[in-house]
Every structure is written in structure tokens, then in C-alpha cells.
């Protein structure tokens, strides 16, 4: 069982930034693709950003310029750096990741991440 520790949620107003932090508890030469979900109330979790084992980045059009995923291999550890934030982009936040030679899907238990107008 790998567990995925979020940190960084908080409340912000519009325009302001936070950065998510997640910590695997995997080394990570054994992670595969890592990354970020988001779930506003009542609505379905969705894809923010993902990054690859290599390094590759995948970015939901609707945070495309504001959002920046990135990795610590040195630490497991994925982080998103929110800009330009919006009341839109209020929801719980989870950490994602696979590791390599499975698809198994692990998740954390989510951050609230609130931006008021």
C-alpha cells in the first residue's frame, strides 16, 4: 500500500496563489505518473495536472498558465503551484499517482482548496 500525504490548502482570495504539496510514501524510482484531481461540490473529480515518471506535463485547458505541476524525486513529493487563482477553482484537491508496472490508481485524502470573490 502506498499512502499520499496533501498539504498547502487554504483559503485565498481571487487572484491570490497556494502551492499543494503531496508526499508519497513509495520511493520514487518505483512512482509512474503522478498528479492532481480536483472535486467542486456536487460535481465529478476531475484531471488539473499530471506530470509523468519522465517528466511530462498534462494540464486541464481550464488552468492552462495559472497551474504548475512539478516533482522532488529526491523527496516523492508533487507539488502544484496555483496562481491567478479563481473563485471557480474552489474544490477539495487530491494527490494521485501510479506506480510503475501497475495501474493501480492511489489517492489522498484530498485538501480543501477555497478562493473567495
Known amino acids: 500500500q502506498m499512502q499520499l500525504v496533501e498539504s498547502g490548502g487554504g483559503l485565498v482570495q481571487a487572484g491570490g496563489s497556494l502551492r499543494l504539496s503531496c508526499v508519497a510514501s513509495e520511493d520514487s524510482v518505483r512512482l509512474g505518473t503522478m498528479g492532481w484531481y480536483r472535486q467542486g461540490l456536487g460535481e465529478q473529480r476531475v484531471m488539473v495536472a499530471t506530470?509523468?515518471?519522465?517528466?511530462?506535463?498534462n494540464y486541464a485547458d481550464v488552468v492552462k498558465g495559472r497551474f504548475t505541476v512539478s516533482k522532488d524525486n529526491a523527496k516523492s513529493t508533487v507539488y502544484l503551484q496555483m496562481n491567478s487563482l479563481k473563485p471557480e477553482d474552489t474544490a477539495v484537491y487530491y494527490c494521485?499517482?501510479?506506480?510503475?508496472?501497475?495501474?493501480?490508481?492511489?489517492w489522498g485524502k484530498g485538501t480543501q482548496v477555497t478562493v473567495s470573490s
Open positions: 494521485y499517482a501510479q506506480k510503475i508496472f501497475s495501474t493501480r490508481d492511489y
Open positions: 506530470i509523468s515518471r519522465m517528466g511530462s506535463t
